[in-house]
């Protein structure tokens, strides 16, 4: 895996769900990498892990870990991302974060490629990765929102439990087993780690991710508003969310309602346009019972959108179905595209 024209890249959270992805990822993609160091807390240090062959241990991050690294991708929690990103940043690394520690401060790009990737040029080192549920959402509707403009939008999400990382994941199937054996069950995780109370999330579904805010809404929720909005340059755009989590371990889906500006727009002409979208696949035969669900999509860097329908009384409304690889699209891939493009672009240089 090592190139002599490549860069020096760090993974923070290289343990993690959305880490080891990361990790994949840059494989798969075949980045261009000099040399990579996978960085997490003391817990995992020390720990040995093959990559294309090449075995790797794992080291605590601390700020010296960055003296050399080109480009850092972080995935280890907002607290670490606020300590640390910026001793990256002050060691000549460009960051790609993808915690919510710096999504909506005015001077750092929140970027989806497909989206808004002319935002990479404004950065102050350190480039946000949207919310995971965000940014499969935002490259469904961008292709929408560029030719028949879009006034509001209306999403309720089936989130998977990886989205809360590795550790739920664990709970879930552990929870499984335990009913399936007619044992007691028993949660800590979900809805929320550090959150008073906790619930199964086998065979249930929650209606909570992250915190609940003064407003009602949860942080989750708030995210999936703010980031939107932040990603289209859209302030007046109208957009509510409603975030459930569900006993499914990898793939969100999203049912999106939303109103276009233009009259007369045809469903045929809304899937004609996300057919050809870039990062979009169009899976919607409803004759054939063909339309996106997550076990299929797992692996997969796209975002799949299908059930594409008029609203029957808002002549400007539609609805559709949205399903992507939160680890993927959602995180990982993210991330990776973005790294790639922060190199094809000339922002990024190898030391
Ligand atoms: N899962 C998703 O779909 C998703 C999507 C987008 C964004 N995110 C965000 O990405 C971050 C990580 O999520 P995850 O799902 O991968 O969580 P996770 O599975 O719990 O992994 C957390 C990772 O962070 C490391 N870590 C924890 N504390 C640390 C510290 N003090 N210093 C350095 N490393 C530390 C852990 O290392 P140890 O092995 O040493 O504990 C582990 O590698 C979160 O901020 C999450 O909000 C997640």
Not at 166 to 177: D, F, I, P
Not at 319 to 335: E, I, P, Y
């Amino acid at each position: 895996m090592s190139q002599q024209n490549g860069f020096h890249v760090a993974v923070v959270g290289a343990t993690g769900a959305v880490g080891q992805q990361m990790v994949e990822t840059l494989v798969k993609e075949k980045f261009p990498i000099k040399k990579l160091t996978l960085l997490s807390s003391a817990r995992s240090a020390g720990k040995k892990v093959v990559v294309n062959g090449e075995e790797i241990i794992v080291e605590e991050a601390k700020p010296e870990s960055f003296e050399g690294i080109d480009i850092a991708l972080f995935s280890a929690g907002g607290s670490v991302s606020k300590e640390l990103a910026p001793e990256a940043v002050k060691r000549g690394a460009i960051v790609v974060d993808n915690t919510s520690a710096f999504r909506m401060d005015e001077n750092t790009p929140l970027v989806v490629p497909e989206v808004n990737e002319k935002d990479l040029h404004n950065h102050n080192g350190i480039i946000a990765n949207p919310n995971c549920s965000t940014i499969q959402m935002v490259v469904a509707l961008e292709p929408i929102r560029q030719k028949y403009g879009l006034k509001r939008v209306i999403v309720s999400t089936y989130q998977a439990v990886s989205g809360a990382g590795a550790s739920a994941v664990e709970e879930l199937m552990e929870q499984t087993k335990s009913i399936l054996n007619n044992q007691e069950v028993s949660a800590n995780i979900l809805p929320v780690k550090s959150d008073q109370k906790h619930y199964q999330i086998a065979f249930n579904a929650i209606p909570q991710i992250d915190k609940f805010q003064d407003n009602g809404f949860t942080f989750e929720e708030m995210k999936m508003i703010n980031e939107t909005k932040k990603i289209m340059h859209s302030s007046e755009l109208q957009v509510s969310a409603t975030c459930v989590r569900l006993p499914v371990a990898v793939g969100h889906s999203e049912s999106v309602y939303f109103e276009i500006e233009t009259d007369n727009v045809q469903v045929n002409e809304i899937k004609a346009l996300l057919k050809d979208a870039p990062g979009v696949i169009l899976q919607d035969d409803p004759e054939n019972q063909f339309y996106p669900m997550p076990a299929d999509c797992v692996g997969k860097n796209d975002v799949f959108v299908g059930r594409i329908r008029k609203d029957l009384d808002e002549t400007k409304g539609f609805h559709m179905w949205v399903v992507s690889d939160n680890l993927l699209k959602g995180a990982a891939w993210n991330s990776v595209q973005i790294a790639e493009r922060l190199v094809e672009l000339g922002i990024v240089k190898s030391k």
